[in-house]
Structure formats: C-alpha cells, structure tokens
C-alpha cells in the first residue's frame, strides 16, 4: 500500500457554502434596504409639503401658534388635547417621593376644623407603644 500511487492532486469535498453568493446576497440586500429607506423619507416629504400647502394662511391678528414645551417634568403648551404626559419620570419619581418622606416625618393640619394633626411616624409609633391600642371589654358589642 505504501507504494500505491495517486493519479493527480487529492480531492476534498467542499463545505458546500457559497461566500460568493452570501457577499452578494448581502450587497443587494443593502441597496434594497437604502433604496426603500430613501422612497419613504421622500414620501414624508412629498406629504409634508402637501400639507403644508394646503393649510388655510393665518390671519394677521390670530395668535401664533403655540409649540409644546417640557416644564418641571411635563409637557405643556400647545393644543388642549394633549394629554398630560411625564417626560421626566425620575425626576417626578423623586418629588414624589421627597413629598412622601415629608409627610411621615413632619408635624402638620389633616384638618385644622376638626382639629386632626399629622404627626411623625417615628412618633406616632412611640405614642402607639406608650399608650397602647384601644381594646374592647369582651361583653361589649358594636352597634
């Protein structure tokens, strides 16, 4: 066996992949892809403009037109039909909770009429142990 001789080169089988064919495949799918990128920022155009054109002019005396702005976290201005959306969500997330940390650590009125206070939890827990829940006597009976 050892003195067996080849006629020609080996051959090997292939992988069976074309790269020739996936590089164009991706080339063509690429110009595909900027082509219809290009016909849909010209169609927005081409509708823009259109309807820029047929918007009725202003009036000399109306009131210009009122862009929306972001305020303290929120959009306003603008049309009324805007709907109050956040557009700052941490931000608000934290004022809502520095309001909260106030609230439970701070004296205040509930109702200054009725004479209901607010009081710090802190303290309200020590008041809560110090005098206790009320209990009801065993032969009472809510009405």
């Not at 595909?32 to 016909?39: E, K, M, S, V």
């Not at 603008?78 to 439970?104: A, C, I, T």
């Not at 142990?129 to 009320?134: A, H, Q, V």
Request: net charge positive; charged share 20%; glycine share 10%.
């Amino acid at each position: 066996m050892a003195g067996t001789k080849h006629a020609g080169p080996l051959r090997t089988e292939g992988d069976g992949i074309s790269y020739k064919g996936i590089a164009w495949s991706m080339i063509v799918l690429a110009i595909i892809t900027l082509f219809c990128y290009a016909l849909v920022v010209g169609f927005f155009k081409f509708m823009q403009s259109r309807s820029a054109a047929a918007d009725t002019p202003r009036t000399p005396l109306a009131a210009a037109p009122v862009q929306p702005a972001i305020e303290d976290g929120r959009v306003v201005g603008g049309p009324q039909s805007v709907p109050s959306l956040l557009v700052r969500e941490p931000m608000n997330l934290k004022r809502f909770r520095d309001e909260e940390e106030h609230l439970l650590t701070s004296y205040g009125w509930v109702d200054q009429n009725a004479g209901v206070v607010r009081l710090p939890i802190d303290r309200a827990k020590a008041l809560l142990l110090e005098r206790g829940l009320p209990v009801r006597s065993a032969g009472e009976v809510k009405k």
